[in-house]
């Protein structure tokens, strides 16, 4: 018996919003549907009918209602107008960090050598590979199962850029000269994760979240000593922030010897990252 979307549409939303908001109840559903169906906005304007509801999708929305994350569900998410793989192992990709990549795509230009540290699903790296065909990108992360993944996508995506395996933590790294600095490291305080909703806190991987309430700047830190050992003179470093810390990361980098430093604020009006120059 023919089902209308309509009708899976409502009954989806209604199952789903025990564990989140209307709004976003509604928006996993058409998400669900998309995935599993193949149904666009349109198809839903004009309720056209389909013959059953894959089991596959009955278990997503049972397991969407246990508050897994839906882009580990599907096992990919969208970033930068592209698809990645994600993982438990990664972080999903946010959007304050397609403005991370945006930025430096505005900023930065010709042939440099950058690195992102922390890369995790890649999509920093890869993203600035793809779109910033005159760089030569490195992606470092500490993780072998988040390099792996990551190397699975540049694959995917046809992306050239090499892979290191090292912890930006380490006094030392094993880089050359660069160009660009860019990361977004681990920045959210222990003591914020009862802010945080049930389904980051947990399923997304703490390591690559979290950071001591007593030393939030720890990897901000280690950044600023890797650009002073590896950039050149008036090469560039990027860094996605803890909204608290803006000024904090910035006198750390002015410590450092950079200079022009800025912080930028995300769509939502909130202090997101902060840039400068090595002098």
Same mark, same amino acid.
């Given at each position: 018996?023919?089902?209308? &979307?309509? /009708?899976?549409?409502?009954?989806?939303?209604?199952?789903?919003?025990?564990?989140?908001?209307?709004?976003?109840?509604?928006? %996993?559903?058409?998400?669900?549907?998309?995935?599993?169906?193949?149904?666009?906005?349109?198809?839903?304007? =004009?309720?056209? =009918?389909?013959?059953?509801?894959?089991?596959?999708?009955?278990?997503? &929305?049972?397991?969407?209602?246990?508050?897994?994350?839906?882009?580990?569900?599907? +096992?990919?998410?969208?970033?930068? +107008?592209?698809?990645?793989?994600?993982?438990?192992?990664?972080?999903?990709?946010?959007?304050?960090?397609?403005?991370?990549?945006?930025?430096? &795509?505005?900023?930065?230009? +010709?042939?440099?050598?950058?690195?992102? %540290?922390?890369?995790?699903?890649?999509?920093?790296?890869?993203?600035?590979?793809?779109?910033?065909?005159?760089?030569?990108?490195? /992606?470092?992360?500490?993780?072998?199962?988040?390099?792996?993944?990551?190397?699975?996508?540049?694959?995917?995506?046809?992306?050239?850029?090499?892979?290191?395996?090292?912890?930006?933590?380490?006094?030392?790294?094993?880089?050359?000269?660069?160009?660009?600095?860019? =990361?977004?490291?681990?920045?959210?305080?222990?003591?914020?994760?009862?802010?945080?909703?049930?389904?980051?806190?947990?399923?997304?991987?703490?390591?690559?979240?979290?950071?001591?309430?007593?030393?939030?700047?720890?990897?901000?830190?280690? &950044?600023?000593?890797?650009?002073?050992?590896?950039?050149?003179?008036?090469?560039?470093?990027?860094?996605?922030?803890?909204?608290?810390?803006?000024?904090?990361?910035?006198?750390?980098?002015?410590?450092?010897?950079?200079?022009?430093?800025?912080?930028?604020?995300?769509?939502?009006?909130?202090?997101?990252?902060?840039?400068?120059?090595?002098?």
């Amino acid at each position: 018996m023919a089902i209308k &979307l309509k /009708a899976i549409h409502k009954r989806y939303s209604g199952e789903l919003s025990t564990t989140y908001l209307p709004e976003e109840a509604g928006s %996993l559903a058409s998400w669900l549907m998309e995935a599993y169906l193949g149904t666009r906005a349109t198809d839903l304007l =004009s309720d056209r =009918s389909v013959e059953t509801i894959p089991p596959a999708m009955e278990a997503a &929305l049972n397991r969407l209602k246990q508050g897994v994350p839906i882009q580990y569900i599907l +096992g990919k998410a969208p970033f930068y +107008g592209r698809e990645f793989l994600v993982g438990p192992e990664v972080l999903i990709p946010r959007r304050e960090t397609e403005e991370l990549v945006h930025l430096i &795509l505005k900023s930065a230009s +010709g042939k440099m050598k950058v690195l992102d %540290l922390g890369t995790g699903s890649g999509c920093i790296g890869i993203s600035l590979a793809l779109e910033w065909k005159e760089a030569s990108v490195t /992606a470092l992360d500490n993780c072998p199962e988040a390099l792996a993944l990551a190397r699975k996508n540049a694959a995917l995506l046809n992306a050239s850029l090499d892979f290191i395996l090292a912890d930006m933590l380490a006094p030392r790294l094993p880089l050359g000269t660069l160009d660009l600095m860019v =990361s977004n490291p681990p920045y959210v305080r222990n003591q914020e994760k009862a802010l945080m909703h049930p389904n980051v806190l947990d399923h997304e991987p703490h390591g690559a979240l979290f950071v001591p309430d007593e030393d939030p700047l720890r990897y901000y830190r280690a &950044l600023v000593r890797h650009a002073r050992n590896h950039l050149k003179t008036g090469g560039l470093f990027y860094v996605e922030i803890n909204e608290q810390f803006g000024a904090e990361v910035a006198s750390l980098m002015e410590e450092a010897g950079m200079t022009a430093i800025r912080i930028y604020q995300d769509l939502q009006g909130k202090d997101r990252i902060v840039w400068g120059q090595l002098s």
